[in-house]
Structure formats: C-alpha cells, structure tokens
C-alpha cells in the first residue's frame, strides 16, 4: 500500500533551516509527482510547492520561493524539503502528498516544524 512518511521537522530559532525528506513506497514513485503543504493551529492546509517525476520541474508558493527549494531523489525514493531563513509564521505541520492517476490523495503522518526564539 501507499506510505508516506514525512521527517526532519523539529524546533529551530527564527533565521535558521531545516531539511524534511518524505520517504514514498507503494507506488511507481520515479513516474509521479509530488507536492509539499503545511498547516498551522486553526488554518487551512496549504499548498507549498510541487515537484514533476524527474524533478526537472518545481512550482513554489510565491510566499516561500525565495526560501524553500523541493527537491527529490528517485533512487532512493525521498522527496526533499530544504527550508532556509525560516520565520515564526512558518511553524506548522508539514505534508507530503501523492495523488494517483485515478484521483485518489495519498498523505503522511506530518512532520512538525516549530520556528521560535
């Protein structure tokens, strides 16, 4: 079946980085692509950034563009998160999403990431 499972989130000061991975199993990973959300306490879940099956392609939310890279490695079926300069706003619960060829949303189980002083 299909697993997501979403690491390296954890609490860093203002200005700081991070990386999360989301390791995928259960579906032709290398042929699909992928995206990133987040969702902080009492807001919606939101979009970050996308990644195509090869990676050659990235859409990020204008918001973190200048700040949040996606990338992935096939090979080892982990999709990544580089998030740099992080502020406070961006403390939430962060996602990796598969969705199939027939429509159906894959998630995992979240990664927390808390950016205070």
């Known amino acids: 079946q299909v697993q997501l499972v979403e690491s390296g989130g954890g609490l860093v000061q203002p200005g700081g980085s991070l990386r999360l991975s989301c390791a995928a199993s259960?579906?032709?990973?290398?042929?699909?692509?992928m995206r990133w959300y987040r969702q902080a306490p009492g807001k919606e879940r939101q979009w970050l950034a996308s990644?195509?099956?090869?990676?050659?392609?990235?859409v990020h939310r204008e918001s973190v563009r200048d700040r949040f890279t996606t990338s992935r490695d096939n090979a080892k079926n982990t999709v990544y998160l580089q998030m740099n300069d992080l502020k406070t706003q961006d403390t939430a619960v962060y996602y990796c999403?598969?969705?199939?060829?027939?429509?159906?949303?894959?998630w995992g189980q979240g990664t927390q990431v808390t950016v205070s002083s």
């Open positions: 999403r598969y969705r199939s060829d027939s429509g159906s949303e894959y």
């Open positions: 990644i195509s099956a090869a990676g050659d392609d990235t």
């Open positions: 259960g579906f032709p990973f290398s042929s699909s692509g």
